[in-house]
């Protein structure tokens, strides 16, 4: 049997563990990235490993999430970080220089290697042909350090494009098709291929479009050959030497075949407040719009803005609509700006903001109140915005613009002739933003710069034989890691400080969880499915934990976040028959007896003290995994080792 092109990066950097689906394999990683609001965590525990240096091929720390500083917290935390950076080894994108995984595309990603990012969106990297995956702060620490990440060896699934795609149709409504498809839950413990003739339509930047969108998939990563597009994207940069082809074998097999004809595909949109909330444009046509904002890693290519720029020329933006442009990165701005193209999209009355997260990560320019806002991003997961009652929708660049020109939600076909954009051979290169680390002989005199707002890392309980404790929340299905660690303007300036950051624990779901779960002082927490989807934020584990929750109990987890859990030693257990859940109620008691004896049968007995009840939990750990929760964590766990 042949290989698919993810099974062939991860038998070249496979350490241990056998490639059979289901197992738990370590992958040497090539290549890490940080982005600031994951960042400082991450070298903080990357410093409590002690190590030197750097041990990856090229790892970078970016600054892109927390540029708004409207107090000492972000700018201290963006010194600490280039302190770091400087010291270990590390390149360091300055702010402005534009979203990490847009950057990382243009500039550092390599087919065929191993990438992972503190950042869910990291299979950006997948539309080069990169083994790109989004991990907790933690795993890319140990990976920086030259330890291997673990996975469960996902199942390969294969999506075939035929087709061509139809003018004012993006490569955005093929991940909303996709999403349509699968939903949120689809993709889990999936790795995704990309292929079939239509794929030869596609740019690279329109592949990383829909590899970066496959996080909402909940797969482990998306990813797309390295074929001659390929090399031209690299030559275009200045870097072919760094293309090698890949492709699946023949007769590689696959657990799922997925066809999507793109001639058929139409402008779609994802309704609040969930991405795989798919419809067709046309079917919301007149929807009155406040907002419209483009850019996020998802749109902010020099391809979509110089397509976002061609539309709006000559045109002026509704007085209703506010619009927002946001570029990828330092290179897209300055090439739009050098073609003329920027001038076209301010003279339409958009608003220019600089190149990083900026909205979509709540950081500004939130909707008005009860507000519609259409946005090329690629989560509209509710309370992200910033605004609590806006309606987000996620559109392409094309639907975007049409909604801005007429205040509604309007098929953009009804635009007129889709102007020609092509892909430029050459882009404009200059990396002054990206600065080099110190070398090994002078690292020991970088001084790190800590500012107040770092609190030292919380420390974490091992687990024991025997859990009794109440249960603090109950939760429904798809909770995100935007409700249990909430993001935006006012909160995101404390990702390094735990104690402050937990009083706005679960504050979507509950205001009263934080006060809660201190007074039980430990507690267990009731999901539904796929619990802990959307982010890579560990701070949704290591939060909780700092509160005393000891366990989730839920009917299924996302990949990453279970990651986290363990990591911070959390037990992610699920329940054996799913109608368990209903018998949990908020405020009963429950005790998990012979937990140690339980791990290792896999199942793992609760007794509900309030009902007299006993169920049967799921908890299949590695015996790494078992040894890092008894551990009290990974970080001890490694520093033990
Ligand atoms: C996001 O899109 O939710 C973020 C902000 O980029 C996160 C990381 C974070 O929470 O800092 C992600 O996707 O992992
Ligand atoms: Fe930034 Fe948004 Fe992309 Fe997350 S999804 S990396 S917040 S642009």
């Known amino acids: 049997m042949g290989y698919t092109i993810a099974q062939k990066i991860i038998k070249d950097h496979l350490i241990s563990g ?42 970078l720390a970016y600054i892109d999430h927390n540029t708004l500083q409207s107090g000492f917290e972000n700018a201290d935390d963006h ?11 590390i390149y360091f994108s300055r702010p402005g220089n534009g979203i990490c995984h847009q950057v990382h595309l243009e500039r550092f990603g390599k087919p065929s290697k191993t990438l992972i990012g503190s950042d869910s969106h990291t299979p950006t990297g997948g539309g080069l042909g990169m083994l790109a995956m989004g991990a907790g702060g933690l795993d890319v620490a140990v990976a920086m350090g030259g330890g291997a990440y673990y996975i469960t060896m996902p199942k390969m699934y294969k999506v075939n494009l035929t087709g061509k795609l139809k003018p004012f149709v993006s490569a955005k409504d093929i991940s909303l098709e996709i999403l349509r498809i699968l939903s949120v839950k689809g993709g889990v413990g999936a790795i995704i291929e990309w292929g079939g003739e239509g794929i030869k339509t596609l740019s690279v930047p329109e592949r990383a479009t829909i590899t970066n969108m496959g996080t909402e998939l909940g797969a482990t ?13 690299l030559k275009a940069q200045g870097r072919e030497e760094d293309y090698v082809p890949l492709e699946s074998d023949s007769d590689a097999e696959y657990d799922k075949i997925i066809e999507i004809n793109l001639d058929n595909l139409v402008p779609l949109i994802a309704c609040p407040h969930s991405p795989d909330n798919v419809v067709t444009v046309e079917s919301l046509k007149g929807t009155k719009v406040d907002q419209v904002c483009i850019g996020s890693c998802t749109n902010s290519s020099l391809l979509d803005m110089l397509k976002v720029a061609a539309l709006l020329k000559g045109k002026t933006v509704k007085p209703s609509v506010s619009l927002s442009v946001s570029p990828g990165s330092k290179q897209v701005l300055t090439m739009l700006s050098d073609c003329g193209g920027l001038s076209d999209i301010l003279a339409s009355g958009a608003r220019l903001l600089e190149c990083a997260c900026g909205p979509c990560i709540g950081m500004g320019f939130s909707p008005n109140s009860a507000g519609v806002s259409l946005r090329t991003f690629n989560r509209n997961f509710e309370g992200r915005s910033g605004t609590a009652d806006a309606g987000v929708y996620l559109v392409s660049p094309e639907t975007a613009v049409a909604a801005a020109l007429t205040g509604e939600i309007t098929d953009p076909r009804l635009l007129g002739e889709m102007p020609e954009i092509k892909m430029p051979t050459s882009f404009k290169i200059n990396d002054s933003a990206v600065l080099t680390p110190a070398n090994e002989e002078i690292s020991s005199n970088v001084e790190i710069l800590r500012g107040p ?32 660690m909430p993001a935006g303007a006012k909160i995101l300036p404390y990702r390094s400080n735990i104690p402050h950051l937990s009083d706005f624990c679960f504050g979507v779901c509950d205001k009263d969880f934080p006060k809660r779960a201190k007074e039980l002082g430990e507690s267990i927490v009731i999901g539904g499915i796929n619990y802990g989807q959307g982010s890579s934020r560990e701070h949704a584990a290591l939060v909780p934990m700092y509160l005393g929750v000891r366990a989730v109990i839920a009917k299924s987890f996302a990949r990453i976040h279970s990651a986290n859990l363990i990591n911070a030693g959390i037990m992610p257990l699920t329940f054996k028959n799913a109608n368990d859940y209903e018998k949990i109620n908020q405020g009963d008691k429950l005790t998990l007896s012979d937990i140690y004896g339980g791990m290792d049968k896999g199942i793992i007995t609760l007794k509900d003290e309030s009902s007299g009840e006993k169920f049967e939990l799921v908890a299949t750990f590695t015996e790494r995994q078992k040894k890092i929760l008894k551990a009290g964590g990974l970080l001890s766990y490694t520093k033990e080792n």
């Open 79 to 89: 010194r600490y970080i280039q302190s770091v950076a400087e010291k270990h080894g």
């Open 453 to 484: 707002n770092i609190k030292p890392f919380p420390t974490s309980k091992c687990v024991t034989d025997t859990l009794s404790c109440g249960v603090s929340l109950k939760v429904g299905d798809n909770i995100t890691t935007d409700h249990i």
């Open 18 to 59: 056998e490639m059979v689906q289901g197992n738990e394999i370590a992958l040497k990683i090539d290549q890490t990235l940080t982005q600031d609001a994951t960042g400082t965590m991450a070298y903080l525990e990357f410093e409590t490993m002690g190590l030197k240096r750097v041990k990856t091929e090229k790892s």
């Open 221 to 233: 990563t998306s990813i797309f050959p390295s074929d001659e597009i390929t090399r031209e994207f």
